[in-house]
T-cell receptor, first 111, second 115 residues
């Protein structure tokens, strides 16, 4: 699986948009970009994934650059409950394939 | 979304004993389940991939005789930590793929403390 690079930490004000970047310059054509988050002492939670088109769901938006070498996860209106470690992962999009977690970004949403 | 449960959520045991952790997919069938371990302030590390009806595939450096994995049905996988030692104290998390989908759904984790 391709390696990803994320900033170790970010801060965001409550109610503002949180934009979390991820670099994945060695991504292959058949690899998807996945985002998960982990709130302290809980299991990771799936957020969103995409291949090359931008994606949006009830939790977040995923913006993937045209060359697919980087992406941004957008939480449009961050709340205190969004404080968590956010993981950007690239993997082949088949149901039996593994997830390799990097260090992620610790997002802290401040009141 | 699909729900994965783990039992127990927290366990404390004495050194040398064995501990079994269950991972269940509650509302879907999972042909593949994954076991992770997470030490404090570190990321999740994949330990093994568990396939229903066959032997688990262990990651390099994970002792298969120490961490026994059984995936006897499409909704249950178990991880048994044998002869546990204090260094096995960790947060153990399982995940499962929901039948044909791309998302992996994670359990809430099990906190193991070995005294």
């Amino acid at each position: 699986d391709a390696k990803t690079t994320q900033p170790p930490s970010m801060d965001c004000a409550e109610g503002r948009a949180a934009n979390l970047p991820c670099n994945h310059s060695t991504i292959s054509g058949n690899e998807y970009v996945y985002w998960y988050r982990q709130i302290h002492s809980q299991g990771p939670q799936y957020i969103i994934h995409g291949l090359k088109n931008n994606e949006t769901n009830e939790m977040a938006s995923l913006i993937i650059t045209e060359d697919r070498k980087s992406s941004t996860l957008i939480l449009p209106h961050a709340t205190l409950r969004d404080t968590a470690v956010y993981y950007c992962i690239v993997r082949v999009g088949t149901s039996g394939s593994r997830l390799t977690f990097g260090e992620g970004t610790q997002l802290t949403v401040n009141p | 979304g699909a729900v994965v449960s783990q039992h127990p959520s927290r366990v404390i045991c004495k050194s040398g004993t064995s501990v079994k952790i269950e991972c269940r997919s509650l509302d879907f069938q999972a042909t593949t389940m994954f076991w992770y371990r997470q030490f404090p302030k570190q990321s999740l590390m994949l330990m093994a991939t568990s396939n229903e009806g066959s032997k688990a595939t262990y990651e390099q450096g994970v002792e298969k005789d120490k961490f026994l994995i059984n995936h006897a049905s499409l909704t249950l996988s178990t991880l048994t930590v044998t002869s546990a030692h204090p260094e096995d104290s960790s947060f153990y998390i399982c995940s499962a793929n929901a039948g044909g989908g791309d998302e992996q759904f994670f359990g809430p984790g099990t906190r193991l403390t070995v005294l």
